[in-house]
């Protein structure tokens, strides 16, 4: 047993970081070794099924997707590659990894069903909502303005997955990042050309790889793409220093996205300045500890933050309101009539100038004092 996990070690030790490996990424990633990848990131062909050109109100025709990576005989074709390349990506995910997969309309249904089937289990569906959406030339049907990622952990029963809440908070301006994602398209000096004509027909925004990774990773860990394509995701997590592992069938966008990856320069700050990290990461202090140290004391008073509910500390840390007693919690709660209440966010506390100081901010404090941050 020793032996073998010692083996496992080693394989994963040997993994390809920050290379682009050229290949059939179903076939590659049998080599790569299980339980090896903190964050997958995928935008597979969308199977657009094109069946004539699409032409502009003056007759020219628009640069669609018609490459030859995006056409598949039928849907039971393409339903097959997707079990084959999910099944595949599932394999080399670690246990508290989670993946994001990005599709349209035409294909993240059906990628979303066999994800299922496999036992992803999706925590969001977040919508991209591309600012600049190509227009419906015929007007037939309402302009294709959106994009949906779904993001999904391994299992069901899987516990631990990162989700840099607080980061994401911050990004917003204090606000809860929701779903919606307003990110306009990749245009201007950022769109990769050759010859005056887009390098790659679906390369996706630097800014919405850079919420995928901030948001779902940490500095160090390893980010597979199995369809690298121009390499957004390799360009995004070298600027966030995460390592990436990139697979691509074409020579041609392996070249692209070499060039593009190289020309990055290496971000030199400490990577501990690069997140801010969530409360819930902090070490865990009990109101008890606060107590026990003599940050706050058997018998004083705490306050609601308008001083309007007054409660007083007992000895087994519990808090005395009227005549009922409970955790801090639980008696934030029962005054708002609510379900449940997080004590450390209500509660203030007098200082030695009778101006009032949050318990939580106390707790931050006891952290810095005894080394804990």
């Known amino acids: 047993m020793r032996r073998r996990a010692s083996l496992e070690k080693r394989e994963v030790e040997n993994i390809p970081l920050n290379e682009i490996i050229q290949g059939n990424c179903i076939e590659i990633l049998k080599t790569l070794p299980e339980k090896s990848i903190d964050l997958i990131f995928a935008d597979p062909p969308y199977n657009l099924q094109l069946q004539n050109e699409l032409l502009r109100p003056n007759q020219t025709i628009v640069d669609g997707v018609n490459d030859e ?11 097959k590659f997707s079990e084959q390349w999910l099944s595949a990506c599932r394999r080399v995910l670690k ?8 599709g349209s309309y035409h294909n993240i249904f059906r990628v979303g069903r066999i994800m299922m089937d496999l036992g992803y289990w999706v925590l969001n569906d977040v919508v991209w909502h591309k600012t600049n959406p190509m227009p419906n030339f015929r007007g037939t049907r309402f302009q294709n303005a959106t994009e949906t990622m779904i993001w999904a952990k391994k299992s069901s029963d899987q516990k ?13 301006d204090e606000k809860q990042m929701q779903n919606v994602w307003h990110i306009p398209l990749c245009t201007g000096s ?8 887009k390098a790659h027909s679906t390369q996706k925004p630097e800014a ?10 940490n500095v160090g860990d390893r980010i597979l793409d199995p369809f690298f394509g121009s390499g957004t995701t390799g360009a995004v997590a070298k600027k966030l220093q995460r390592h990436y592992i990139g697979i691509e069938l074409s020579p041609e966008y392996i070249e692209i996205a070499q060039e593009r990856i190289a020309a990055i320069p290496q ?22 500890q606060l107590i026990e140290s003599a940050y706050m004391m058997i018998g004083q008073q705490v306050f609601s933050k308008d001083r309007t509910i007054i409660a007083t500390i007992k000895a087994d840390s519990q808090l005395m309101w009227q005549d009922q007693s409970g955790s801090i919690h639980k008696i934030a709660a029962l005054i708002q ?6 004590g450390w966010e209500y509660w203030y506390c007098e200082d030695s100038h009778g101006n009032l100081v949050s318990i939580d901010d106390l707790r931050a404090r006891y952290r810095r004092e005894n080394t804990m941050e």
Not at 95 to 102: E, F, L, R, S, Y
Not at 190 to 197: A, L
Not at 271 to 282: F, G, I, N, P
Not at 337 to 342: G, V
Request: net charge positive.
């Open 69 to 79: 990576w995006d056409q598949f005989d039928d849907f039971a074709d393409y339903d």
């Open 95 to 102: 246990d508290n990894g989670t993946m994001w997969v990005i």
């Open 160 to 172: 631990k997955y990162t989700f840099n809440y607080q980061a994401m908070k911050n990004f917003n």
């Open 190 to 197: 950022e769109r990769i050309k050759i010859n005056g004509k």
């Open 208 to 217: 919405l790889l850079y919420r995928v990774i901030l948001s779902s990773s």
């Open 267 to 288: 971000v030199l700050c400490n990577a501990a300045a690069l997140v801010t990290k969530s409360k819930r990461d902090a070490p865990r202090i009990s109101f008890g």
């Open 337 to 342: 009539n609510r379900p449940m209440f997080n």
